[in-house]
């Protein structure tokens, strides 16, 4: 599985971001995404399961959601109301089998990564 994450950018505080991950198979996996700031460890943002459940970080729920529309094989995550320590390189990624969903040495395949700067 390939995956290519998209709609990075650079915004002010208070904006918005939608990233759109599509993977080039189908997966009935549950897909995340990741963060990992400068000098920082990926640290888990949001999952969802082939169902729909979602799962979110404390620092994230109320502001981010994650969606996905599996007839396309793609991914979303909608970022309202962001704050300049939502600056990160974010990853999309494919969840493989052990481990926690947050954990992301569950995940087995992993998208490039798209950048997201927020300005205060």
């Known amino acids: 599985v390939q995956l290519q994450a998209s709609g990075g950018g650079s915004v002010q505080a208070g904006g918005s971001l939608r990233l759109s991950c599509v993977a080039s198979?189908?997966?009935?996996?549950?897909m995340g995404w990741f963060r990992q700031a400068p000098g920082k460890e990926r640290e888990f943002v949001a999952a969802i399961t082939w169902s729909g459940s979602t799962y979110y970080a404390d620092s994230v729920k109320g502001r981010f959601t994650i969606s996905r529309d599996n007839a396309k094989n793609t991914v979303y995550l909608q970022m309202n109301s962001l704050k300049p320590e939502d600056t990160a390189v974010y990853y999309c990624?494919?969840?493989?089998?052990?481990?926690?969903?947050?954990?992301?040495?569950?995940?087995?395949?992993w998208g490039q990564g798209t950048q997201v700067t927020v300005s205060s």
């Open positions: 198979g189908r997966t009935l996996s549950t």
């Open positions: 990624a494919v969840r493989g089998s052990g481990s926690t969903l947050y954990d992301r040495g569950g995940y087995n395949y």
